[in-house]
């Protein structure tokens, strides 16, 4: 055996990788929707069980329209929950669909403290009973909180998304894609893009030059929380989790905020919307 072939073998038993091209890996991502994106990440999509941080300078100006083509897969392909858990916004139930996303499959927390936001977005990840849980912690949130996370996406097969603001991008973090987004830029006098991710931390590879996508279409995904007397509260629906994690009665009953996007009704106070 040449010392080349042994080369190559050790880096196929021990996952080494040359720092000019990313391993190859047998996991089968989530696509992303956008081939332009795809080719850069780990496993040609979304990592599957693992938390995605995406860093931001504020929201709605986009993230979501990146997000929507793998959640539409999810919700079509899984009848389990796509939890949102703090989201400064509520769903809009109409562009869900628009999106292909099945809107039977979305359930918002409300978390009354940090504490209890925490808590709710470990236990879903673990739970096995979604396949998707989009985050929007506070500042509070630490290292020790996120490697939690990723150990609840392992234990529950779920996909965590952690959104940031981009001041978080100087700080280290266990989660093992971080991706910094940006609003419309232009690449060139001709050409503009929706928006603008750098992937600035990813498994077995640097961090990526800036890539432009661009979406088809108008979509909002997003509006600003109504008032509460224009929410119908859930009052007799539970939510289906595995017996385990039914003992904090908290977070499945109407204490904890649960409200799904067709319960508000389309005869109710609309707020303005957010484009994104």
């Known amino acids: 055996m040449t010392e080349i072939s042994e080369l190559q073998q050790l880096m196929q038993e021990t996952g080494l990788w040359r720092a000019n091209h990313l391993p190859l890996s047998l996991a089968k991502g989530i696509p992303t929707g956008f081939p332009e994106l795809d080719p850069w990440l780990p496993d040609n999509g979304w990592p599957r069980e693992s938390v995605t941080e995406l860093l931001y300078p504020y929201s709605g100006i986009g993230e979501l329209r990146l997000l929507a083509p793998a959640l539409a897969l999810l919700s079509q392909q899984q009848s389990r929950w796509i939890a949102w858990i703090g989201s400064p916004y509520i769903p809009y139930g109409p562009a869900l669909i628009q999106a292909g996303i099945k809107i039977e499959t979305i359930l918002i927390i409300r978390p009354k403290s940090t504490a209890d936001q925490l808590w709710a977005i470990e236990k879903s990840l673990a739970s096995?009973?979604?396949?998707?849980?989009?985050?929007?912690?506070?500042?509070?949130?630490?290292s020790k909180h996120i490697r939690r996370l990723q150990l609840a996406c392992?234990?529950?097969?779920?996909?965590?998304?952690?959104?940031?603001?981009?001041?978080?991008?100087?700080?280290?973090?266990?989660a093992p894609l971080r991706l910094h987004l940006q609003p419309n830029r232009k690449s060139n006098l001709s050409k503009k893009s929706d928006i603008c991710v750098s992937i600035i931390k990813r498994p077995g590879g640097w961090a990526s030059d800036p890539i432009d996508i661009q979406f088809r279409g108008d979509l909002d995904l997003r509006r600003p929380h109504a008032p509460v007397?224009?929410?119908?509260?859930?009052?007799?629906?539970?939510?289906?989790?595995?017996?385990?994690?039914?003992?904090?009665?908290?977070?499945?009953?109407?204490?904890?905020?649960?409200?799904?996007?067709?319960?508000?009704?389309?005869?109710?106070?609309?707020?303005g919307q957010a484009k994104l």
Do not use: H, M
Request: positive net charge; charged residues 20%; glycine residues 6%.
């Open 128 to 142: 096995g009973a979604c396949s998707a849980v989009l985050a929007w912690p506070d500042k509070s949130i630490q």
């Open 229 to 271: 007397t224009t929410i119908q509260k859930v009052s007799s629906q539970k939510v289906s989790l595995p017996r385990k994690f039914q003992y904090r009665q908290a977070a499945t009953d109407t204490k904890a905020g649960l409200v799904w996007p067709s319960q508000v009704g389309p005869n109710q106070a609309r707020p």
């Open 154 to 174: 392992k234990a529950g097969q779920s996909w965590g998304l952690v959104f940031r603001s981009d001041k978080a991008a100087e700080q280290s973090s266990p």
